[in-house]
T-cell receptor
Framework: KAGVTQTPRYLIKTRGQQVTLSCSPI?????VSWYQQTPGQGLQFLFE???????NKGNFPGRFSGRQFSNSRSEMNVSTLELGDSALYLC????????????FGQGTRLTVV | QQQVKQSPQSLIVQKGGISIINCAYE??????FPWYQQFPGKGPALLIA?????SEKKEGRFTISFNKSAKQFSLHIMDSQPGDSATYFC???????????FGEGTQLTVNP
């Protein structure tokens, strides 16, 4: 069974640009959560999608958004990039997001210059 | 504020020794407490998890001890091996797959 797949693995963007990251969950999983990992702030929850609906949202500005498609694949978008957005962005999939474990992808390393 | 405090920040253990990492949480609504292991360049991998209706759970060399009244839980790695060298994160959530609140992480080094 394939794991969680995140693309691309690495990205370099310029301040002010926008970026879209993609996550394909484990087959059959309907919940996708996104996390930001930085050395200073650690692992922080961004948002969770379940059945194409945002079910939970963390404390990030509106520049961070996401969506989920009918096949459970998810994308997150960051607009007007800032240097502080440089981070490892991790996606986690769970069968239902409530009673089953979350499994992480390898992440997308975003560098903003 | 929903927080999970983790200690120590770093830990050095000799091969064959016991590694112990501790976490404390504040939100009594949390009902799921997993531990994740992360190697450089990889995403966190689920190691072991516990729910508050049990005080201890063991899987191979990894044991979680849970103290509900103290709102603390810990990870014990028995017979630590150099391959265990990684960063370990505790986490907590209400419900197992959604909105994990992570501790700060512990960088474990096991010397051969």
């Amino acid at each position: 069974k394939a794991g969680v797949t995140q693309t691309p693995r690495y990205l370099i963007k310029t301040r002010g640009q926008q970026v879209t990251l993609s996550c394909s969950p484990i087959s059959g999983h309907r919940s996708v959560s996104w996390y930001q990992q930085t050395p200073g702030q650690g692992l922080q929850f961004l948002f969770e999608y379940f059945s194409e609906t945002q079910r939970n949202k963390g404390n990030f500005p509106g520049r961070f958004s996401g969506r989920q498609f009918s096949n459970s694949r998810s994308e997150m978008n960051v607009s007007t990039l800032e240097l502080g957005d440089s981070a490892l962005y991790l996606c986690a999939s769970s069968a239902d997001g409530m009673n089953t474990e979350a499994f992480f992808g390898q992440g997308t390393r975003l560098t903003v210059v | 504020q929903q927080q999970v405090k983790q200690s120590p920040q770093s830990l050095i253990v000799q091969k064959g020794g016991i590694s112990i990492i501790n976490c404390a949480y504040e939100n009594t609504a949390f009902d799921y407490f997993p531990w994740y292991q992360q190697f450089p360049g990889k995403g966190p991998a689920l190691l072991i998890a516990i729910r508050p209706d049990v005080s201890e759970k063991k899987e191979g060399r990894f044991t979680i001890s849970f103290n509900k009244s103290a709102k603390q839980f810990s990870l014990h790695i028995m017979d630590s091996q150099p391959g265990d060298s990684a960063t370990y994160f505790c986490a907590a959530s209400k419900g197992s797959g959604s909105r994990l609140t992570f501790g700060e992480g512990t960088q474990l080094t096991v010397n051969p």
